[in-house]
């Protein structure tokens, strides 16, 4: 009886689903010399945050080359909050344990600064690095809870005018929401935070809150099967325009189709369905390969269905988001375009004088077309040495992870040393190219030009310089049974969150069409533009500097 009923389970799962595998290669061997690597990154981030607590403490940002900081996110201490799990991490109890006191105390009552608040920006910083404290340092610290209570209970009024999908900002001191459109990005990037919150406080409401804003989006018809559209309005709940983009301002939606079922295990195929339903239409649609290099992108496809051969570095994320979602589903292309995908966007940074990546970067694709004004004969030349251009106005490094993000998932999945290799080149880029000389500044910096130094550096770190890029270079470089992938999955701004034993499968194995959206064929015909250039993502920061807008994220 019990063996039949096993055999039939079986033999069901093995129509609808494929079980999964571990994420991680079980047989990993960290080579001898990836101590070396480690201490390094350790010393990268000490020496950042140690010039944060000379100039900038309890504000957000240090600016390295005034010697002064910054207050974008509302002046709570952003760089605090978001590098305590990698204090914790990298075993910098007393450091860790001094955030954790700044933390206790960070008055969320009020904006310290005249903007209103980011719900996405301040969910993914705040109330993940706030959870995430507390899980990694085993509960030691409830205040952390409380604290993460206190800013999710005043972002909530986000969700209050009667709209499932919240809007983006809100003014903290009044309680009121700015009613303006969203994006994707913004509104489909809460459900591991809110759900890790109502997990340690038992209220229901906030993951029901994150949650449902997903569901709407995920149950809109899309521009193309399974990829929503970039825009959205939480007043009507419609979509606004049809751009379909990994990049910025759509992207940690799509990320978190696939790590919200295996953060949580919940018992609904939904979200996991429309992750893979928007991956197979990106093979078929959106994947182009270049003229020289045959480097694999996902291009954009714009309001009016056409493509744009364009990357980002926030797109890189989606390389080892493949490979994370490709082992839970067990399905070998995904890993395997995954893995071409972490190639390419490494390829930004092993092309570079620096060795360093750039914000956004161009192809001619194997189709014939490209996207932007006309060439230069510099670009040209860059192009059929790297197989991609830099994109004009986007030359920029911002200390951003997601190449290293997917590297660190590239090696922790495939146990290949060659990825341990492009991060000790990365750390080494680091060291030579963004570390502050005394006589100009402190700390590490990035850079407006990967490729001429000369252009110097941008007066900001960033608190994601903590949170991502040094944890995830650290981890690469550590014990790979530290943060497991099989035991912790990652929000998006790095902060690890305890994920309960793998389900045998995750999705039902089918490919929905949305409804009225036909599955398209890998042949589908599409137009290309040149012309001006397309907006990529915003950073406050950037503004009046460099000609690239809109985004949001
Ligand atoms: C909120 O109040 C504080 C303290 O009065 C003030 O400094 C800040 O500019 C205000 N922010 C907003 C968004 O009103
Ligand atoms: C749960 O959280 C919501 C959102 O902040 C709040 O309105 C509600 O009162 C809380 N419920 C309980 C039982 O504490
Ligand atoms: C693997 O995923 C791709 C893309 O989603 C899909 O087209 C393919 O059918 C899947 N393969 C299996 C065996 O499920
Ligand atoms: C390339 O773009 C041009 C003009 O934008 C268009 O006429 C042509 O059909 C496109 N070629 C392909 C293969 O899509």
Request: overall charge negative; hydrophobic content about 40%; proline content about 5%.
């Amino acid at each position: 009886m019990f063996l039949r009923q096993l055999a039939l389970i079986i033999a069901s799962s093995a129509v609808l689903a494929v079980l999964a595998g571990p994420v991680q290669n079980p047989h990993l061997v960290l080579p001898r010399d990836a101590a070396v690597h480690k201490q390094a990154v350790q010393n990268i981030f000490l020496e950042s945050y140690a010039a944060y607590k000379e100039f900038a403490f309890g504000h957000d940002d240090l600016t390295p080359i005034s010697k002064s900081f910054t207050d974008g996110r509302n002046g709570w201490g952003a760089s605090i909050v978001d590098a305590m799990s990698t204090l914790h991490i990298m075993g910098q109890d007393k450091l860790f344990e001094e955030a954790v006191e700044f933390a206790s105390k960070i008055d969320f009552s009020i904006s310290h600064t005249p903007d209103t608040t980011s719900v996405f920006e301040t969910t993914i910083r705040f109330l993940g690095g706030l959870l995430s404290a507390f899980e990694l340092s085993g509960e030691k610290h409830p205040v952390l809870v409380q604290k993460a209570k206190e800013v999710a209970d005043k972002m909530s009024v986000a969700f209050s005018l009667g709209n499932t999908v919240p809007y983006g900002f809100v003014n903290f001191n009044t309680s009121t929401p700015t009613i303006a459109t969203s994006n994707i990005a913004e509104a489909g990037t809460l459900s591991l935070e809110w759900a890790t919150l109502t997990k340690h406080t038992g209220n229901a409401t906030y993951r029901r809150l994150a949650e449902n804003s997903v569901r709407h989006i995920a149950g809109l018809t899309p521009p193309l099967p399974g990829l929503a559209a970039q825009g959205i309005d939480p007043t009507s709940g419609n979509f606004v325009g049809a751009l379909v983009t990994w990049g910025g301002g759509s992207d940690s939606y799509f990320e978190y189709l696939i790590k919200y079922p295996r953060l949580t295990n919940i018992n609904d195929d939904l979200f996991a369905d429309t992750w893979a339903t928007a991956v197979d239409t990106s093979m078929r649609v959106l994947a182009r390969t270049s003229t020289v290099g045959n480097h694999l992108y996902l291009a954009d496809q714009d309001d009016d269905g056409t493509i744009r051969h364009i990357s980002s570095h926030l797109a890189c994320f989606h390389a080892g988001n493949w490979l994370f979602g490709g082992k839970l589903m067990n399905n070998q292309s995904i890993v395997d375009f995954g893995l071409r995908l972490a190639d390419a966007c490494w390829n930004t940074y092993a092309s570079t004088t620096t060795g360093i990546g750039m914000e956004a970067f161009g192809f001619f694709s194997s189709d014939g077309n490209f996207t932007g004004a006309n060439p230069t004969a510099s670009d040209l030349a860059f192009y059929s040495q790297h197989g991609f251009f830099l994109f004009p106005g986007s030359e920029f490094y911002l200390l951003r992870p997601e190449v290293l993000e997917s590297n660190f998932y590239a090696w922790r999945v495939t146990g290949d040393v060659k990825f341990l290799e492009r991060a000790a080149a990365a750390t080494a880029s680091f060291e030579r190219f963004l570390k502050v000389p005394k006589e100009e500044g402190v700390g590490f910096a990035g850079l407006w030009n990967v490729e001429d130094t000369g252009e110097g550096f941008i007066d900001d770190m960033e608190s994601f310089w903590f949170a991502e890029v040094l944890k995830y270079l650290y981890l690469t470089f550590d014990d790979p049974e530290h943060i497991s992938l099989d035991e912790w999955v990652f929000n998006t701004e790095a902060h690890p969150f305890k994920a309960p034993t793998a389900k045998p499968s995750y999705g039902s194995g089918a490919f929905p069409s949305p409804k009225g959206v036909p599955r398209p064929s890998s042949s589908q015909p599409f137009r290309s533009q040149s012309g001006t250039l397309p907006q990529v993502s915003v950073e406050p920061v950037l503004e009046g500097r460099v000609r690239v807008r809109g985004g949001g994220v």
